[in-house]
Nanobody
Framework: QVQLVESGGGLVQPGGSLRLSCSAS????????MRWWRQAPEKQRELVAT???????NYADSVKGRFTIARDSTKNTVYLQMNNLGPEDTAVYYC??????????????WGQGTQVTVSS
């Protein structure tokens, strides 16, 4: 199984920046795509960004040009650099990872979430 732990959330003023981290630990064969999601109050969870095991990235239109996703596979860690934040970015941010276990089974692990609040 894998455990995902996010960190880096907090309160930031509009126009500010935050960097989220998510580290995976446990016993597994490999980690495939890693993703950041967010869920604002009374809204559905939204996919923010994806990074594949080979480093390919994809972003939601709402964050393109402002957010950057990256991973350090040596540390099983994914990052989300968020710049020029606005109130619309306020949400709980979750990371997920596609995990292959020894024996070949596959599942998606989730972190517990970290709150990002953008407010003056």
């Amino acid at each position: 199984q894998v455990q995902l732990v996010e960190s880096g959330g907090g309160l930031v003023q509009p126009g500010g920046s935050l960097r989220l981290s998510c580290s995976a630990s446990g016993t597994f064969f490999s980690i495939g795509p890693m993703r950041w999601w967010r869920q604002a109050p009374e809204k559905q969870r939204e996919l923010v960004a994806t990074v594949t095991s080979s480093g390919g990235t994809n972003y939601a239109d709402s964050v393109k040009g402002r957010f950057t996703i990256a991973r350090d596979s040596t540390k099983n860690t994914v990052y989300l650099q968020m710049n020029n934040l606005g109130p619309e970015d306020t949400a709980v941010y979750y990371c997920s990872a596609g995990v292959t276990l020894f024996g070949g089974s596959f599942y998606t692990g989730w972190g517990q979430g970290t709150q990002v609040t953008v407010s003056s």
